[in-house]
């Protein structure tokens, strides 16, 4: 399974972007798909997940009511909505996927694939 995430860029305060992430390879796999993020000198942080057909989802409590995440399992894509950005959201934003599970998990041990992030820039 390979991930590339597209999509970031730099944005003022209060914008808007949406990344991408097209799943190649053994597609089948991707059960469940998250986004991460990790910001300089902190941790990978949980973002938001989604199980296979959509329906349940999950979302880091700071990015709740701000960010939505979404697939297009024809396209093999999954999206992140990203509304009323703040600077806080500056980070590397990794897409993951894994084929073990159903219920989207939040942790990064619940994924098994990775792809190589892509920078969020958020300007005050």
């Known amino acids: 399974v390979q991930l590339q995430a597209s999509g970031g860029g730099l944005v003022q305060a209060g914008g808007s972007l949406r990344l991408s992430c097209i799943v190649s390879g053994e597609t089948q796999r991707a059960n469940v798909m998250g986004w991460f993020r990790q910001a300089p000198g902190k941790e990978r942080e949980f973002v938001a997940s989604?199980?296979?057909?959509?329906?349940?989802?999950n979302y880091g409590d700071s990015v709740k009511n701000r960010f939505t995440m979404s697939r297009d399992n024809p396209k093999n894509t999954v999206y992140l909505q990203m509304d009323s950005l703040e600077p806080e959201d500056t980070a590397v934003y990794y897409c993951a996927a894994d084929y073990r599970a159903f219920v989207p998990g939040s942790s990064r041990q619940d994924y098994a694939y990775w792809g190589q992030g892509t920078q969020v820039t958020v300007s005050s």
């Open positions: 989604i199980n296979r057909s959509g329906v349940r989802k």
